[in-house]
T-cell receptor, first 113, second 116 residues
Framework: DTGVSQNPRHKITKRGQNVTFRCDPI?????LYWYRQTLGQGPEFLTY????????KSRLLSDRFSAERPKGSFSTLEIQRTEQGDSAMYLC???????????FGSGTRLTVV | AQKITQTQPGMFVQEKEAVTLDCTYD???????LFWYKQPSSGEMIFLIY??????QNATEGRYSLNFQKARKSANLVISASQLGDSAMYFC?????????????FGAGTRLFVKA
């Protein structure tokens, strides 16, 4: 139990389809992050929420990507019109005000065929 | 711009020996935090250790220590008494603004193999 639950664990989709991932922190944390990790690379920052406010979006997050955190608890990441280049592990992480490191979820592995 | 460099794609170490994983960073900020994470083959990222830019002492957490050399902009991870379970990918990371900052950038990682 990592403190962050991500669903689904794996998703295979056809190019052009929309997908949505969910991140559920087990307890309240005001900071929530989405990262993307491709094979052989470190995680890349996508976006960050302070409570329900989305405060920063990476340029990696094209207009096909949207993230929400409607009540400051769980978060969703949606990718519209998926492309093969979207294939990656999508990681959700949380931190509190006094937490030094992130607590990561197990990730959602997306494969676009 | 922030940058993290890990120059060792892979490292081998004999069980029970110590190993150093290299990390250099680049930032123009005075306040920043440095982190190491472990990612076993199961895929989960595990936070190991943190060093603040103003911390004068090197951080230690059990068998992990961070060799912080500010002038050289290096933050090497030392694992003492390696165990087979230490075999994993290790990522160095940096957050500008220290713990008050929000965006962390990661290096490309070093894969550690512990030999029995």
């Amino acid at each position: 139990d990592t403190g962050v639950s991500q669903n689904p664990r794996h998703k295979i989709t056809k190019r052009g389809q929309n997908v949505t991932f969910r991140c559920d922190p087990i307890s309240e944390h005001n900071r929530l992050y989405w990262y993307r990790q491709t094979l052989g690379q470190g995680p890349e920052f996508l976006t960050y929420f302070q409570n329900e406010a989305q405060l920063e979006k990476s340029r990696l997050l094209s207009d096909r990507f949207s993230a929400e955190r409607p009540k400051g608890s769980f978060s969703t990441l949606e990718i519209q019109r998926t492309e093969q280049g979207d294939s990656a592990m999508y990681l959700c992480a949380i931190s509190g005000e006094n937490n030094y490191g992130y607590t990561f979820g197990s990730g959602t592995r997306l494969t676009v065929v | 711009a922030q940058k993290i460099t890990q120059t060792q794609p892979g490292m081998f170490v004999q069980e029970k020996e110590a190993v150093t994983l290299d990390c250099t960073y680049d930032t123009s900020d005075q306040s920043y935090g440095l982190f190491w994470y472990k990612q076993p083959s199961s895929g989960e990222m595990i936070f190991l250790i943190y060093q603040g830019s103003y911390d004068e002492q090197n951080a230690t957490e059990g068998r992990y220590s961070l060799n912080f050399q500010k002038a050289r902009k290096s933050a090497n991870l030392v694992i003492s008494a390696s165990q087979l379970g230490d075999s994993a990918m290790y990522f160095c990371a940096m957050r500008e603004g220290g713990i008050g900052g929000f965006k962390t950038i990661f290096g490309a990682g070093t894969r550690l193999f512990v030999k029995a």
